[in-house]
């Protein structure tokens, strides 16, 4: 009748494996049938949340600075890096730990970090994974400018790039995928949608329906998926990243999971969200739902969870006692590490920083 | 014995308010079980022990505000604990923050005294933002020199700027350290605290917002018996000037232009201290008795005196009055401290000659000085209050 015609449509993907009582939705992927792999990845997220504790409480008296808990989100960490390949290169923003300990990552690393130490960042195991990235957004540029490297090099290699709901307002966040999908770049870009940029809901953050959809304008693929499921966050993202290291360009998952925590040590959400919410969302957090999962398979029994929880908590108070003895750094490696040659403003700056180290002990 | 001092538990704060206790002195408890909760600027905030040991000492209650770096709890340690919180003791004493500090399991306060002694002999540490570092620099001011009141010590821009730039006569003291420059005479510099710092904020507050108007007259007391009690006549007299002119018993708020007056009239009355200026407040002017003023006025001034007077009695006065004639001084230009809208003064009652009538007689006079916000109160309303206050002042006792 008119000169109107639909010139293209999108639609938006979920998925999810398991339920919130780990009971599966439908048939499983083929790697589900690797029981220890399901086991290791099941005790990385104890890993994580062990340490995730014990920091907190470090903070709480005064032996760590500002730290960021990671509670509730130790599927959506794990699962990214149990999909990755050791010569993948990381990104992340600055609760990953679940992922960071999966690329083999030290918890003492972790302690040196936030407690003010760089040399927290200098991972043995994965040297080419970038640090935190506690400005928002900022690591979304880094992760397209690695994955134009390994596609100039030619390598069978990725970036995994994790960014949370409030940074996908970023400028930062939209030039970097519009980069990668015009590129064709080997990029895999997690969001990890845990409802709250500190106090900010997602209905305040953006009009979109999905995070996901932020992918369609830069032309990527790009699903939903249920991020406290182990199994899915694994198995959507390693796809993924095959892809992306087989030339077949990037890709955008949004992890729906919750930020059970406070924003960090220095934040109260208990001034800005409900306590109903809160325990709506406990009823769907990962750990329980997953050691469900294996009991189920009769893969988990008490005893296994019994070694594991002492196990953790051993390994934990072996870092801590490590990080409280670790000698403290001169003021020089404030300097040291950000230009090759210091220029004459910072040298000054060093010395000067030196005086005063020398009269401070 | 571990000291447990009180963390910066968030970024850059200076103290924070007990809320609860979840332990008491006598109390096992293990490392990480929850301990205390606290509520600082930021957050309701739960601070877990930091060690497993016996409590022997708890240094604040519930609704206390406590520095950061100040102590908080005292535990005797396990035996099998105590090694961990001496290392961690060891590791946190080398930290900047400083804020796990405790004693090593055996030392004595004397190795304490002596270790602090020795400490002071390399010089004490000097801990400055970086700025006033570089402030300190353009000034020419050593900053080891400079007294620090930030928190824990720290010296801030403020500091510096005490030192080195205080006023008309800061000549004199822009090296302080420097020996070969001996200070003045009495050129030690104070950075104000407590009462007197508060005062130079309202002072500050009161001319960066206040239209101030001055205006003088006297009352002639002559009619007055003996025995008498000047100030609670003078609380009488306001009460009587309000009632002739409500727009003084108010406040002004400038921000959203407008003003609340008040039926209930509360007098701040400006009570000199050793240590500053206080103002506490007679409640109710309006509905007592000259005797019942005067237990008041003098539990008030004994209270301020003793700084012993509550929060609530130095807050929201609706009016405020200086009697500095009790001292000396005849007239002066007091000074309307915001939200309040005006202040009244009397200086020294004194007797003048005056002329009565066709003779000249010597009367008994007090002077007053009244200061009024004049973006609120127009000068009629205040000179005809000032004329209440006068006539309700000359009635014979």
Known sequence: MSGQRIVAQFEIPYRACLDGDGVPLGALPA????AELLRHMYRMMVRARTFDTKAVNLQRTGKLGTYPSCLGHEAAHVGVGAAMHADDVLFTVYREIG???????????????????????????????????????????????????????????????????????????????????????????????????????????????????????????ALQVDGNDLLVVRDAVGDAVERARAGGGPTIIEALTYRLSD?????????YRSAEELAAAHRLEPIARMRKFLQSRGLWAQADEDGLRAACSEEVEAAVKQYLATPKQSTDAMFDYVYAQLTPALRAQRDEARRYAALAH | MTVFKLPDLGEGLSEAEILRWHVKVGDQIEVDAPMLSVETAKAVVEVPSPVSGTVTALHAQPGDRIEIGAPLIEFAADAAASQAAARATLSAASEDSGTVVGHMPGLSDADAAALEAANAVTGPRVRAVPAARALARSLGVEVGTVTGTGRGGLITLDDVMAVGMPGANAASKMHPATATRPPAAGGDVEVLRSLRRAMAQSMALSRDSVMACSVFDDADLHSWGTGRDYTTRVLRAITTGVRTEPGLNAWFDGKSQSRTLFEQIDVGIAVDTIDGLLVPVIRHVEKRSAAQLRVELDRLKRAARDRTVGSEELRNFTFMLSNFGSMAGRYATPIVVPPAVAILGTGRVRRD??????????????????????????????VRFLGAVIADLELPE
């Open chain 1, 31 to 34: 790697w589900v049938d690797d």
């Open chain 1, 99 to 221: 992922t960071k300990f999966w690329r083999g990552v030290d918890m003492l690393d972790i302690l040196l970090y936030w407690g003010g130490d760089e040399r927290g960042t200098r991972y043995q195991r994965s040297p080419q994974d970038f640090p935190f990235c506690v400005p928002i957004g900022s690591q979304m540029p880094h992760a397209a400018g690695a994955a134009l490297a390994i596609q100039i090099r030619d390598q069978r290699r990725c970036a995994v790039a994790f960014i949370g709901d409030g940074g996908t307002s970023q400028g930062a966040f939209y030039e970097a995928i519009n980069f990668a999908g015009v590129r064709s770049l080997p990029l895999v870009c997690v969001i990890v949608n845990n409802r709250w940029a500190i106090s900010v809901p997602v209905v305040a953050q953006t009009a979109a329906q999905t995070l996901a959809q932020k992918a369609i304008a830069a032309g990527i693929p």
């Open chain 1, 263 to 271: 924003h960090t040590t220095s934040d109260d959400a208990t001034r």
């Open chain 2, 353 to 382: 000659v005056i002329a009565a009538g066709e003779r000249v007689e010597i009367h008994t006079r007090m002077p007053l000085s009244l200061t009024f916000d004049h973006r609120v109160i127009t000068g009629g309303e205040a």
